[in-house]
């Protein structure tokens, strides 16, 4: 339900943007652009992210909990750990694919 409400606000915005949901990614597509050791398979799912929002000069990552649920300090946590993967990802993609270096 929450997902669907964020994906339903994120397509009428007006601004010049590119909208990827439901992303996922593997140990060995995150390992081509950031190190980190791990007992991870090539194959295992690494980490995830519902909405990454690309615009002019910016990248936006969204990881989507709802709060009533009775588990929210846990998927925060969650979510929090699944962003931070992310945000490194999409770093080093920057860096190694365009020479871009994102601002901290």
Do not use: W
């Amino acid at each position: 339900q929450a997902v669907v409400q964020v994906y339903n606000l994120l397509q009428d915005l007006q601004e010049d943007v590119v909208v990827l949901q439901g992303t996922q990614y593997t140990h060995l597509q995150y390992s081509l652009y950031v190190t980190h050791p791990c007992d991870k398979e090539e194959g295992e799912l690494e980490g995830s992210c519902d909405f990454i929002v690309m615009g002019q000069g910016c990248v936006a990552l969204l990881n989507v909990r709802a709060p009533t649920d009775d588990l929210f300090a846990n998927h925060y946590k969650l979510s929090q750990s699944q962003r931070n993967s992310t945000i490194k990802l999409v770093r080093r993609c920057c860096i190694k694919t365009f020479r871009f270096k994102m601002p901290e």
